[in-house]
């Protein structure tokens, strides 16, 4: 089992800035990457970026290259989310999520995911 708790969610300004945090506990040593999804309201859940364990490979979705970065501190098993230039568009509730690994084909999908945390709530108000 792994367990992932996020924090760093808020309300902020368009054009704002948030850092998102991810800590995994638990069995962390077979996990392959690590990824943040969002949900806004009456949507799907979608991909926002993934980070790779070893050699810390990123994927992004194109909505957010340029202004989302993610990052991983394997000492601490925690994985980040800077999150800049904020917009409305960007309000959704974010979740990390483990990817086991090793068919990386389908770490832009939800179903490639294993274990999820409890999400945290981004508002960006306009």
């Known amino acids: 089992q792994v367990q992932l708790v996020e924090s760093g969610g808020g309300l902020v300004q368009a054009g704002g800035s948030l850092r998102l945090s991810c800590a995994a506990s638990?069995?962390?040593?077979?996990?392959?990457?690590m990824g943040w999804f969002r949900q806004a309201p009456g949507k799907e859940r979608e991909f926002v970026a993934a980070i790779t364990w070893r050699g810390g490979s990123t994927y992004y979705t194109d909505s957010v290259k340029g202004r989302f970065t993610i990052s991983r501190d394997n000492a601490k098993n925690t994985v980040y989310l800077q999150m800049n230039s904020l917009q409305s568009e960007d309000t959704a509730v974010y979740y990390c999520?483990?990817?086991?690994?090793?068919?990386?084909?389908?770490?832009?999908?939800?179903?490639?995911?294993?274990?999820w945390g409890q999400g945290t709530q981004v508002t960006v108000s306009s």
């Open positions: 638990g069995r962390t040593f077979s996990s392959y990457a």
């Open positions: 999520a483990d990817h086991r690994g090793p068919n990386i084909s389908n770490l832009r999908s939800a179903l490639g995911y294993d274990y």
